[in-house]
């Protein structure tokens, strides 16, 4: 993997904190793109899963986050 020792032991600290199976941290630098990321995150869910469409041209999150 690659990325800073101190974010990863912060992940795995956060990680400890959490009831299990919520095992995966995901670092943003805003709010904005932390919506942004659990929307691409819940969608590639929904595609695995053959339950959706791909959106067409605007970015999901854009009316969450205006």
Same mark, same amino acid.
């Given at each position: 993997?690659?990325?800073?020792?101190?974010?990863?032991?912060?992940?795995?600290?956060? /990680?400890?904190?959490?009831?299990?199976?919520?095992?995966?941290?995901?670092?943003?630098?805003?709010?904005?793109?932390?919506?942004?990321? /659990?929307?691409?995150?819940?969608?590639?869910?929904?595609? /695995?899963?053959?339950?959706?469409?791909?959106?067409?041209?605007? @970015?999901?999150?854009? @009316?969450?986050?205006?």
């Amino acid at each position: 993997m690659r990325g800073h020792p101190g974010a990863f032991a912060l992940a795995d600290g956060v /990680a400890a904190l959490t009831p299990k199976g919520l095992d995966h941290v995901f670092f943003c630098n805003s709010g904005s793109e932390a919506v942004d990321t /659990a929307m691409k995150i819940a969608l590639a869910y929904h595609l /695995a899963r053959k339950e959706g469409s791909e959106p067409i041209s605007c @970015p999901a999150s854009a @009316p969450i986050t205006a």
